[in-house]
């Protein structure tokens, strides 16, 4: 079992920056792969960016890459996700999410994770 806390969302202008953090709960966070995921009100949970159980594998959703990084401090039990270059779209709660099965899989289905937090809020102002 794995408990997941967002911290870090905010209102910010466009073109700023925003770092989120997920702290997570037990002994064997480096062995899941980790995401981070991103619903707007009225839309579906959207895929935005995972690493590996390593940290040395990334891939990102095309809407953010260039933008965003995912990262993660195993020795911290916490992954990041530094948001650059911040846009009107890319407000949503923001969620973390980890996956047991495999260590690394660029396949962006909710439906794959296993664990979830409760979500932290990204608002970008025009």
């Known amino acids: 079992q794995v408990r997941l806390v967002e911290s870090g969302g905010g209102l910010v202008q466009t073109g700023g920056s925003l770092r989120l953090s997920c702290a997570a709960s037990?002994?064997?966070?480096?062995?899941?792969?980790m995401g981070w995921f991103r619903q707007a009100p009225g839309k579906d949970r959207e895929f935005v960016a995972t690493?590996?159980?390593?940290?040395?594998?990334?891939y990102y959703a095309t809407s953010v890459k260039g933008r965003f990084t995912i990262s993660r401090a195993n020795a911290k039990n916490t992954v990041y996700l530094q948001m650059n270059s911040l846009k009107p779209e890319d407000t949503a709660v923001y969620y973390c999410?980890?996956?047991?099965?495999?260590?690394?899989?660029?396949?962006?289905?909710?439906?794959?994770?296993?664990?979830w937090g409760q979500g932290t809020q990204v608002t970008v102002s025009s």
């Open positions: 999410a980890a996956q047991e099965k495999i260590c690394y899989s660029s396949n962006g289905s909710p439906r794959l994770y296993d664990y």
């Open positions: 037990g002994r064997t966070f480096k062995n899941y792969a």
């Open positions: 690493i590996s159980c390593s940290g040395g594998d990334t």
